[in-house]
């Protein structure tokens, strides 16, 4: 087997081998949401097209170890831009673009990019984070001329499988995002993992297809879905995001053989009225997570396709995947399946002891072998003591607690961490409370999970109100926090009351804090403001 050194490599490798085989296809519908054209793009086609862009960026000065904001969206021009920069050493910072004022000047200033590239839409708010930073980095569209960052140079990047290729913001849980460095090891494993996964999620080298309707910005559909098709040789179905009532067109106009999906989808899916053609598909199966247990066999029957579930995270990439993809796969048990044979994993009790029998604890994971770190993110950019934490004992802490049945397999039962997960996307609680702690009239706040049918989890603030605590107050502070972070971010109930939970060195006491929320909820004296959490629009 031939070990690329970079994406960029593997990437002409599959292009040599199979020049005339679809890439990455555009469906109508998400062509005309984007303004592009729709239909395929080639192999052959689009290394020519990231060649081009290559030489584009070369001549604007970028070299190896530069990092380069790229907000397109959904756009599959996305991956073109990624394997030009990939090809001279550049390290990618993927943006989401739900991303709003007080989170792109933080990523703008901790990451020290020398250049951002987004659509026409968002240039300005890129300009602004620029500005705010204090970075100063260049901004640049899909139409402009790229501005030189420094005299170019004639020295050609040779590439390793350890240099950075991405860097992706996670949710941090004790502060501010944080900058996950992947190198192209990383996506070359994804690649290597998925290829060779086999069971009920086997793919083949015949000319898959794959769907997804995942943000490509994480990396569940940079790693996972683009490299899995790189490897195999397949096409990979972009859409700009979920649409219930088109899915199953989309799924049929795009041929395709695989798909990837988060829970959120199925519950929604189920909900829709059932017609003739709910099986008139080519999927031979789903991958995903977080499938609501009940529905998981009903899902099956009625559109047959075997739905995977699986578990993995953006630290832990390839370096440790536990899928269901053998039967039994459990089906309906939240079984995540029994981990590969390359990866070690370890149920740690609170006193540090390893469970032994199926008691639930914290998952801590590694790779087998002589390097632990084999298939992991490389480190937290510029934050080491959270990279050794992570680490700690040679041991990567997850923070999600699972436990193990007597047959070895695996069911995921909580987050450890302090985090919310809405409908796939990780918030953390911190996170929404420093920027709700901005606004003038809030004097305290305390952000946490409470459940959602659909959605997972929603978000709860707890607020200490300085003015009137009515629901035209509580909708306000929505309204405002929506011009200032995503929009899955900000509260979908807000409870006005006199006091927070609080420890005796006036830390959130997070558990009675849940508590309170869930009762507040029971007794509907939290107001709703789920109705305004919409995307930002960009005129």
Known sequence: MIEHKSVFDAFCATAEKWPDR?????????????????????????????????????????????????????????????????????????????????????????????????????????????????????????????????????????????????????????????????????????????????????????????????????????????????????????????????????????????LHYLGVMPSILMSLPEVPEDKAHSVRFGFGAGIDSKLHVPFEERFGIPLVEAWAMTETGAGSVIAANQEPRKRGMNCLGKPGPEMDACIMGDDGVPVTGTDPGELLVRRKGDDPHVGFFSHYFKDEAATNEAWKANWFHTGDIARRDEDGDFFFVDRKKNVIRRSGENIAAVDVESVLMQHPDIEAVAVCPVPDAIRGDEVFASIVWRREQTKDAAEAIVRWGLERMAYYKVPGYIAFCSSLKLTGTQKIQRAAQKQMALELLETSEAFDTIHLKRRQLVS
């Open 22 to 258: 679809p890439f990455v296809n555009a469906l109508p519908e998400t062509a005309e949401l984007f303004s592009i054209e729709a239909g395929e793009t080639f192999y052959a086609e689009a290394l020519v097209q990231a060649q081009g862009a290559v030489a584009r960026y070369r001549q604007a000065g970028l070299q190896a170890g530069d990092r380069v904001l790229v907000l397109l969206e959904n756009r599959p021009a996305f991956f073109l831009h990624w394997l030009s920069l990939n090809a001279l050493g550049v390290v990618i910072v993927p943006i989401n673009p739900d991303l709003q004022s007080s989170e792109l000047e933080y990523i703008g200033r901790h990451a020290e990019p020398v250049l951002a590239v987004s659509t026409r839409e968002r240039k300005a708010d890129m300009e602004q984070a620029a500005r705010d930073s204090g970075q100063g980095f260049a901004c640049a569209t899909l139409d402009d001329a790229l501005p030189v960052v420094r005299t170019p140079s004639d020295e050609i990047y040779s590439p390793a499988q350890e240099d950075p290729a991405a860097m992706l913001y996670t949710s941090g849980t004790t502060g501010s995002p944080k900058g996950c460095v992947l190198a192209n090891r990383y996506f070359l494993e994804a690649g290597r993992w998925y290829a060779n996964a086999g069971g009920t999620c086997a793919l083949n080298e015949d000319g898959e297809r794959m769907i997804t309707p995942l943000p490509i910005f994480h990396m569940n559909a940079m790693a996972y879905s683009a490299m899995a098709m790189i490897a195999v040789g397949g096409c990979l179905t972009v859409l700009d995001r979920f649409h219930p009532r088109s899915w199953w067109q989309n799924v049929r106009d795009s041929g395709a053989t695989c």
